[in-house]
């Protein structure tokens, strides 16, 4: 098989577009990588890099410990399955799987016999003389799977090859892709913008956002503890209630999270409050997942915030309430810049002008020129369009339909232990974190 590396990858179109910044990433051998990231943010280059359909402006591809940076595609011993089949309309089904092995010169006797083998694995061994034409979404996207695993590579590579099917059959071929490349012991690098295909198929999800790499960790590392805000925002549905707070320390106590009117305590002897008390008298951001958050009669002691709902969503299986607590939300745009990477000595000067904006009424005031960092983070002062400020909503579970309204008083109790801390460049506080 193959083990691919990406040292300091980056890509910079003619134009000037910087699609990849300098990325860091290993893939090891027989490992199912996920790619997950919006629209526009790199992964389906990093991809094409690794096959060879795009030169890196700098840095090494390199694959099984050599820089393979010259060497043509045909020679990289990878299969690429894409997004739109790109199936031969006027081949049969076993043409068109038998195809890469027609090429290669292998004679018909052993040939038809691989395409049978592979086209029952898939499902599809009865349709082997139909035409595209013929077959539905899913049974083309076996076909383009099929022929990719004839060839028996080191490496597969695929690009959404399941966005353009509906959700049931999405869910189907899922399983069937992660099973049939851990069957197989193919190293498989896999791009998606859907979140649930990265966590359910995953050995390894490596996020990425605007070229740049967010994270990479195991699917219950990146949602159980998100290296930066990003990643924070992104996964999980709902997504994570982001507020700002105030830090106060009382030390050898606790140390107090001010979220508006109300206030939560990080005991002392929680190993995270070090980390926390670091920040005295400044604003970080509290992140908690609506699973932290328990609703409680209003006088339940403990950790407990009061709102009122603002309105309710209902799916189903489950409502969600969202709630005013009178906090500030932190909101972070999808398509937003990277984070600083100025001078410690600069640093003070932005403070939470990368991922918030501090509340310290100089919204008169005017504000430092933008400073571009180095390697694969930048500075813009101000941006707006990156980071908004509003009145949180914090997003609760409750029972299907439940017997409340909008308007309605609701009061949660917050699991102390399940909060995420991050600071003001969007990365996060906490020790030995991962």
């Known amino acids: 098989m193959t083990t691919v590396a990406l040292k300091d990858v980056t890509k910079v179109f003619q134009d000037g577009t910087l699609a990849v910044d300098a990325v860091n990433l290993d893939v090891n051998d027989g490992e199912f990588m996920v790619l997950l990231g919006p629209s526009g943010c790199g992964k389906s280059t990093v991809l094409r890099m690794v096959a060879g359909l795009e030169d890196p402006t700098s840095g090494a591809v390199m694959l099984d410990g050599e820089v393979a940076n010259d060497l043509p595609p045909r020679e990289r011993r990878i299969a690429m399955v894409f997004q739109d089949f790109a199936l031969y309309p006027h081949m049969t089904v076993g043409d068109n799987i038998g195809f890469p092995l027609r090429l290669a010169g292998v004679e018909p006797n052993p040939r038809g016999e691989r395409i049978q083998d592979v086209a029952s694995a898939l499902g599809i061994g009865d349709v082997l003389g139909r035409k595209p034409s013929q077959l539905s979404g899913g049974q083309r996207q076996r076909v383009a799977m099929g022929r990719a695993i004839v060839r028996r590579p080191g490496l597969f590579l695929m690009d959404e090859p399941l966005s353009n099917l509906d959700s049931g059959l999405r869910a189907e071929l899922r399983a069937e892709i992660s099973g049939l490349t851990r069957e ?251």
């Open 184 to 434: 197989l012991g193919v190293t498989t690098i896999y791009v998606t913008h859907d979140q649930a295909e990265a966590l359910t198929m995953a050995d390894r999800v490596a996020i990425m956002r605007k070229g740049v790499l967010q994270d990479v960790g195991t699917p219950t590392q990146v949602y159980g503890r998100p290296a930066t805000l990003y990643v924070a925002a992104f996964l999980g549905s709902p997504r994570m209630n982001l507020l700002e707070a105030s830090v106060y320390v009382h030390l050898d106590r606790y140390v107090t999270l001010t979220l508006g009117d109300q206030a939560l305590y990080l005991p002392w002897d929680d190993i995270r409050s070090r980390a926390v008390a670091h920040y005295h008298g400044e604003r970080i951001v509290v992140g908690m997942r609506a699973e932290a958050l328990t609703p409680v009669a209003p006088d339940t002691p403990g950790d407990v915030l009061q709102g009122r709902i603002r309105y309710l969503e209902h799916h189903g299986h489950e409502s969600l309430a969202f709630l005013d607590i009178g906090a500030t939300a932190v909101m972070v745009d999808e398509m937003g810049g990277a984070v600083d990477d100025a001078p410690p000595g600069q640093r003070g000067l932005r403070r939470f002008g990368q991922v918030m904006q501090r509340l310290k009424g100089r919204a008169g005031e005017s504000q430092p020129e933008p400073v571009s960092g180095s390697g694969n983070r930048t500075s813009v002062l101000p941006d707006p369009g990156r980071h908004h400020r509003r009145p949180a909503e914090l997003a609760v579970r409750l029972a299907p339909y439940p017997a409340v309204s909008a308007g309605a008083p609701l009061a949660v109790q917050v699991r102390m232990d399940a909060l995420h801390f991050f600071d003001e460049r969007g990365d996060r506080i906490d020790v030995g974190w991962r």
